[in-house]
């Protein structure tokens, strides 16, 4: 048999006893609602959820394929132990799941629990039939079963590295969940339950709960509902000091999200998974304050735009030992159980301190590289560290707050939060949380892909339980990255280290964005050792596409190597397409438009219909798989060269050149037209199925649908919501609105009436400004030239309120389908922008030929002493090589067609030049001081890959 031994037992030998056993006991027993618990369902032995799960997913047909068995024994997948799952050949007689008493030859899956077993049949249709179920928006799905089941060969035994596979972020539910509707969340669930997902974050309708405990304090109807924010923002009133974005929330909002939720939490438990329910972190409205003057209360007030009144958004924080926040987390626990019973596990984020929360605390910056943070650690000694008595009292009392309602209680614990805390102060405030929770009931979420578990020397949380994770994404923003190197380290590093890690599991802001970092993460729960990356993206596309195909195979293989080697720009897109005009274009640390266009042009050549019966070509319209995959691809490359040309556009402002400024810029406007149209060929990046979601929550008495669309635009382009009166306030056109462009996205409508907007009142303020220059001075303009700012902002501003607001000229609807042929337009772009990428070839040939020359003087003036008429010389070669640079342009007519093949070479040859003209200008500096001659050079900068692409067009 095929046999992945990875048992996490043996990694839990390393906690106490008395924690491995809390925690045990803490997944099973009955719920203090109605229905089961998802831990009850998942032992059950009913394998039923499974049947309806293939039936839902596949189709009717293929239940009948399935032979399903939950065995909650040692003996139930060969050799290794629960949780695990077999699968293995069967004989028609053998299958007893038909529903319509015939028999076929099938598989036999047995699992020791629900959760198992449907990991398992998902784990059969992705390695064995070629299946992908995958986010709707965001890599797409294909699921036609196969005309012949495949068989599985030999028997494939697999048993968990960790328990828990977790899935979920606070901000996912804004960002990508915000609009699910029923069906939406119905698919989703099936998604997790393939994908092995054990727990998850059950955020949706607690502002009905809320709601409801607020009003017995005597809070107001429009007190309560003006605190909490707009649909699309509530993820910041929950818990972040952000109120009255987008208020108040409409009660049909709030109502309908809590039948939503009871739906959700069934299918959910149904499946064995568990939902992990919110809880009191001490925010309420800010009158609570005046309803009790002596309780231990402070008000906290974050950011907002300038136009907006002062006195707005504050937030009451409650102190956990005061004993109001102990008769407020009763009545919320009692509320909440009572609306939608329980499985033991409850989110929550606060310091309970009655001061800032934590998302406003300076060192959780997301801008602070993790690895420093874990080196920083190292002068403490987690095995010396006393709890902070002051602390301790605070953690005590937060955990009360959830155990004398449910005393089988899980504290789960996202460790954003505590990011920061890597000193000694921060190491006696943890081992206070740790100590204040019985052992085994607090659970840190850690969300750093580089291990916050690893402070202190290994520290592990003092040997609490807990769940390793990647945040990977923040605002939900496209961009193809994630260094799924790092992903081979879980969890496997803290299983060496003998660390206390129960789960692995993904934490990003948003979905919807590299389906294949994703699938591999969620695998890794079950893989004591890493999974060999180069296999996975050698057979990534086989699976993805449903049939061999070498181009799709070589594209694969080549991403891995490339943009899934980089986490650049952090967690958010680093390209120009969401440039702020008033800032300086984004420098990108990822990979190029240069190093793409291959793939690119390798995955349309592959999806290109041909005659050849046999390499036929991939198939767009049967595999949605593709589409996305073709379009995405696309879309980075445009993103890339749109950045290219905006350095261009500011460094021809800067020179005021005027006819440089609307050449490029002419050219940089093309490019953002071309990608809102590419965009538009796949469901995945269209504004309007965003909108049209969004208004289908609309209704006639509190909730209009202009409300709703508002809310949408306004979260992925601005972020924060601008109303109808800013647009008659001075104060609003001075600045652009707090986390502008945070959520930004690549999508059809946004793009060409959103950024593209901004970039043109950029164009045509630098041009006014540029005219008038010229006739106040005759064309003699200060050096760099800089565009009126005040002007800028203004022009900037009105045209975001133009798109979040409406007005003429922007379209109230958008497409909600697909338009135009992904592989036809890819074609059309490819020829289109060749051009502009053979540029790169010029650069790196001009840096070749220059650095030999270079290279040659540096070898002179080693062998004898240079004078002042030598750097004099030097200074002339180098202005004749960037001569000869520019007459390289000429030889573009003749170049070969077929160049895009020789491009990854390039990328890689240009890096090197690139280092030794730096190494060579800096041996000539460094031999000009020896010698006596002036140190500071004055030689021109060498072009290179950035700022230099769009020269085709001059």
């Not at 709960?209 to 005597?218: C, E, I, L, R």
């Not at 568990?274 to 009790?292: D, E």
């Not at 004898?864 to 000869?884: C, K, M, Q, Y």
Request: contains cysteine; negative net charge; aromatic residues 10%.
């Amino acid at each position: 048999p095929i046999s992945f031994s990875a048992c996490w037992f043996v990694n839990m030998a390393a906690l106490q006893t008395v924690v491995v056993a809390a925690f045990l006991s803490s997944i099973s027993g009955a719920t203090l609602g109605s229905s089961k618990t998802a831990s009850e369902n998942d032992h059950s032995g009913d394998i039923t959820p499974a049947q309806k799960l293939i039936a839902r997913v596949v189709g009717e047909d293929a239940v009948a394929q399935f032979q399903l068995t939950i065995t909650p024994s040692a003996a139930s997948c060969g050799d290794q132990a629960p949780p695990c799952f077999s699968l293995e050949d069967v004989a028609a007689e053998h299958v007893k799941n038909s529903t319509d008493g015939k028999s076929t030859a099938g598989v036999a899956i047995t699992a020791s629990s629900l959760t198992s077993l449907t990991y398992g049949i998902g784990w059969y249709l992705r390695f064995r039939c070629g299946i992908t179920i995958g986010w709707p928006r965001g890599g797409g799905s294909f699921t036609t079963p196969p005309t012949t089941w495949p068989a599985v060969g030999t028997r494939v035994d697999m048993s968990r590295a960790v328990p828990i596979t977790y899935m979920d972020n606070v901000c996912t539910h804004s960002y990508s969940y915000v609009w699910y509707d029923e069906a939406m969340w119905m698919q989703h669930i099936d998604w997790m339950a393939i994908s092995g997902i054990t727990h998850f974050l059950a955020m949706t309708g607690q502002e009905e709960v809320q709601y409801k405990v607020f009003s017995k304090f005597g809070l107001s109807d429009i007190e309560i509902r003006s605190f909490f924010n707009g649909p699309a923002y509530l993820t910041w009133s929950r818990g972040q000091s952000m109120q009255t974005v987008g208020s108040p929330l409409p009660r049909s909002w709030m109502q309908s999200q809590w039948r939503l939720q009871q739906v959700i939490l069934a299918r959910a438990r149904s499946l064995g998974i568990t939902g992990v329910l919110p809880t009191f972190q001490g925010n309420m409205p800010p009158q609570i304050k005046a309803l009790h003057p002596n309780a231990n209360i402070s008000i906290a007030k974050h950011n907002r735009p300038p136009e907006e009144d002062t006195s707005l958004g504050g937030c009451a924080w409650v102190a956990s030992p005061d004993p109001l926040f102990g008769q407020v987390a009763d009545a919320w626990m009692h509320t909440l159980l009572a609306d939608f019973g329980t499985d033991h596990w409850y989110q929550c984020d606060g310091f309970f301190t009655g001061a800032k929360p934590p998302w406003l605390e300076e060192e959780t910056r997301e801008d602070v590289e993790s690895a420093r943070l874990v080196a920083d650690s190292s002068d403490v000694d987690h095995t010396r560290v006393d709890p902070d008595p002051a602390w301790t009292k605070v953690w005590t009392a937060a955990w009360e707050g959830m155990a004398r309602t449910d005393p089988k209680a899980m504290w789960l614990y996202q460790g954003w939060a505590i990011r920061g805390w890597n000193n000694a102060a921060g190491a006696a405030r943890l081992k206070a949380l740790h100590d204040a929770v019985p052992a085994g009931h607090w659970i840190p979420l850690d969300m750093d892909i580089n291990g916050i578990w690893r402070y202190f020397g290994n520290y592990s949380f003092f040997d609490a339980p807990f769940i390793w994770t990647s945040i990977h994404n923040m605002g939900g923003n496209d961009g193809m990255k994630g260094d799924m190197r790092l992903l081979t380290h879980l969890p496997a590093d803290a299983l060496a280290a003998n660390a206390s890690i129960i789960g692995t599991g993904a934490t990003p802001e948003g979905i919807d964005q590299n389906p294949i970092y994703y699938e591999y993460l969620f695998d890794t729960a079950w893989h004591s050792t890493p999974q060999s990356l180069d296999e996975w993206f050698s057979e990534y596309a086989t699976r993805r596409y449903g049939q061999k195909n070498a181009d799709a195979t070589a594209v694969w293989q080549k991403l891995g190597t490339t943009v899934y080697q980089t986490q650049a720009g952090g967690w958010h897109d680093d390209t120009g397409v969401e440039w702020e005009p008033e800032k300086s274009p984004p420098t990108p640390r990822g990979v190029s438009a240069v190093a793409l266009a291959p793939v690119w042009k390798q995955l349309t050549a592959a999806a290109t219909p041909t005659t050849n019966d046999d390499a036929p070509a991939l198939n767009v319209s049967e595999y949605p798989t593709l589409r996305y995959d073709l379009v995405n691809i696309g879309r980075e490359v445009l993103a890339n060269l749109i950045t290219d040309y905006e350095h261009n556009l500011t460094a021809a402002v800067a020179a005021g050149d005027a006819t440089q400024v609307a050449s490029v810029g002419a050219a940089l406007v093309g490019v953002y037209h071309d990608l809102d149209t590419y965009v538009g060929c796949d469901p995945a990046f269209l504004l309007g199925q965003w909108i049209e979601a969004a208004v289908g929550f609309a209704n006639a008495t509190d909730a209009t649908a202009a409300f709703y669309e508002w809310q949408a635009r306004s979260q992925v382009s601005t972020w924060w919501p601008r109303d109808h009166a800013a647009i008659g306030n001075p104060k609003t056109y001075t600045a652009l609105p707090i986390l502008d462009d945070y959520a930004n996205k690549h999508w059809n409508g946004l793009v060409r009436d959103f950024h593209l907007a901004r970039v043109q009142a950029y164009l045509t303020q630098a041009l006014i400004d540029l005219a008038r220059a010229r006739d106040a001075d005759a064309g003699v303009h200060e050096q760099p030239f800089a565009v009126n700012t005040t002007n800028l902002t203004r022009a900037v501003v009105a045209a975001e309120l133009r798109f979040t607001l409406g007005a003429p000229g922007v379209p109230s609807a958008y497409a909600t389908e697909p338009t135009g042929d992904a592989v036809a337009v890819s074609q059309q772009l490819l020829a289109k922008y060749r051009d502009q990428v053979a540029e790169q070839m010029v650069v790196c040939n001009a840096l070749r030929v220059e650095n030999e020359r270079l290279q040659a003087v540096v070898s002179d003036l080693q062998r004898t002493p240079a004078s002042h008429d030598d750097v004099a010389t030097l200074r002339d070669e180098v202005v004749r090589l960037r001569g000869e640079n520019r007459e390289l342009h000429s030889e573009l007519a003749a170049f070969d067609p077929q160049f895009f093949e020789e491009i990854e070479d390039l990328k890689f040859q240009h890096g090197v030049a690139v280092d030794a003209n730096t190494r060579l200008r800096e041996e000539l500096e460094r031999l000009a001081t020896e010698h006596g001659i002036r140190s500071t050079l004055d030689l021109p900068a060498v072009g290179g890959a950035r700022g230099t692409a769009a020269r085709g067009t001059r």
